[in-house]
């Protein structure tokens, strides 16, 4: 999988790319729009096949971190075909899931499951000390789309 295809098949995500190179002040031809930021292969159907997850920073990005994030099925002929997702749930089985969360997802993916998991923040902590350690979103493939299995918390390390 080349790293253009990527970059192409995210840029495909953001509703609205074609005013991004305004947004950014026209980049010069050397200035990417979208830059990669993370990458992970792995099966999340079971048939066997890699899929992958990829993360990007745009130009509007600053410093949040990745701002563009796909989960793709790798077709027949190479080609890159977005999967769904939903979106987790402020309320997950009877908890607030957005608590304590400030910043961008690192991604991932793991026996069978989508991961992002993101840096859980007391609320006196500045925004490059995070100390209430971190916060796991687990999807699964249920044969249509990503959907929400688990929300899962790890203490400080």
């Known amino acids: 999988m080349r790293d253009e295809d990527l970059i192409a098949a995210l840029a495909k995500t953001i509703p609205d790319f074609e005013h991004l190179k305004d947004l950014c002040r026209t980049p010069t031809e050397d200035e990417d729009l979208v830059k990669l930021a993370q990458v992970f292969y792995g099966d999340l159907d079971g048939d066997g096949k890699d899929e992958v997850a990829a993360s990007a920073m745009t130009c509007a990005a600053g410093t949040y971190g990745p701002d563009v994030y796909g989960v793709f099925r790798i077709g027949d002929s190479g080609e890159l075909i ?26 991932g993916i793991e026996k069978l499951r989508y991961v992002e998991s993101f840096a859980v923040y007391q609320e ?34």
């Open 82 to 107: 977005l999967l769904n997702k939903d979106e987790a749930p402020e309320v997950f089985r009877g908890r607030n899931t957005r608590e304590g969360i400030r910043k961008a997802p690192g991604i």
């Open 124 to 157: 006196d902590d500045a925004n490059a000390d995070p100390s209430a350690g971190r916060r796991e979103f687990r999807y699964r493939w249920d044969g249509s789309k990503l959907v929400l299995d688990d929300v899962v918390d790890f203490p400080p390390e």
